[in-house]
């Protein structure tokens, strides 16, 4: 199909893009915030951080890590499940920003005082309920030295400051909401 050549006094007929469909009105804008990234940087190393080592124990030349879901116990899934929960609405409270089709999640979300200190503050109280219980459990067994804390406590623990800091920012008067264009 060959391009319509404009003819003057016409008005130009919209042309497809080479793709052959246009881009679906669901999908936005094309602009997101710049607080939208920080959060969704924030959810997506909460997502990871139950996954990562938060535990080792080095002996006989051996090192063993273990992550949230080996850990054992009810309270370290449940904390792995939380996290994931908690990065998963993060996620889709700040992605409704950008796609209308997901203006359904962030209503039931605004029903939350104040979602983007709350949803970050529930998986801190889990992250501190879990890091200072395997902190007891390395004290406990006195390993003498042979088990430490991995990076994947930490890891979380900087993915949740990373999620709370535009709300935390806006409350204090910095705004982060400028939009950039994707």
């Known amino acids: 199909m060959q391009p319509q050549q404009p003819v003057y006094g016409q008005p130009i007929q919209p042309q497809q893009p080479m793709g052959g469909y246009a881009m679906p009105a669901a999908m936005g804008t094309g602009k997101i915030g710049i607080s939208d990234i920080i959060v969704l940087v924030g959810a997506f190393f909460l997502l990871l951080s139950p996954f990562m080592s938060w535990c080792t124990v080095s002996a006989f ?35 409704a920003n950008f796609i209308p089709a997901l203006q359904p999640v962030k209503q039931l979300l605004a029903k939350v005082p104040v979602p983007d200190l709350v949803v970050p503050g529930v998986a801190f109280l889990f992250h501190l309920i879990s890091f200072l219980a395997i902190k007891g459990e390395i004290s ?36 982060l909401d400028e939009k950039i264009k994707l």
Do not use: Q
Request: with cysteine; aromatic share 6%; hydrophobic share 60%.
């Open 61 to 95: 030349g051996m090192k063993v890590s273990e992550n949230l879901w080996k850990m054992g116990g009810g309270l370290y899934v449940l904390s792995s499940l939380i996290f994931l929960v908690v990065a998963a609405a993060l996620a889709l409270m700040r992605l």
């Open 140 to 175: 406990k067994n006195s390993l003498g030295g042979l088990a430490h804390m991995g990076a994947g406590w930490l890891i979380g623990l900087l993915a949740i400051i990373v999620a709370i800091c535009p709300a935390v920012l806006k409350l204090v008067g910095i705004n």
